[in-house]
């Protein structure tokens, strides 16, 4: 999976890089988002204990086959949602190797419109 070569080799190596970086404590947890073909999933990591404190999913909006920048912004506003009810105000965005554009960007911009610091 290292491998420079593939593209997710690539994005591997990236990732790494910003986890050397940035670091979810308890006071100020790690936002980590992950997208596949067909939805977009984001946690709110706790990593001074391994736990992760809640998730959401663009599959618990709605059943569509594919994500688009609504949907991302909608699951951005949902985390949102659920830290600030958990008590959760700042965060760490971790954008997981993907570049910070289109679905990753919108998902972002729903958090911090729900109430998040980062």
Do not use: W
């Amino acid at each position: 999976m290292s491998n420079i070569k593939t593209k997710a080799g690539r994005r591997n190596r990236i990732k790494m890089g910003i986890r050397n970086k940035i670091e979810g404590t308890t006071s100020v947890p790690r936002l980590s988002v992950f997208k596949s073909n067909k939805a977009i999933y984001a946690q709110v990591i706790d990593d001074s204990k391994s736990h992760t404190l809640l998730s959401v999913s663009s599959t618990e909006l709605d059943k569509k086959s594919k994500v688009n920048v609504e949907t991302s912004k909608g699951v951005g506003k949902k985390v949102a949602e659920r830290a600030i009810a958990a008590g959760i105000s700042v965060i760490v965005f971790d954008r997981n190797g993907y570049l910070y554009h289109g679905n990753v960007k919108a998902l972002a911009e729903g958090a911090r419109e729900g109430g998040l610091k980062f």
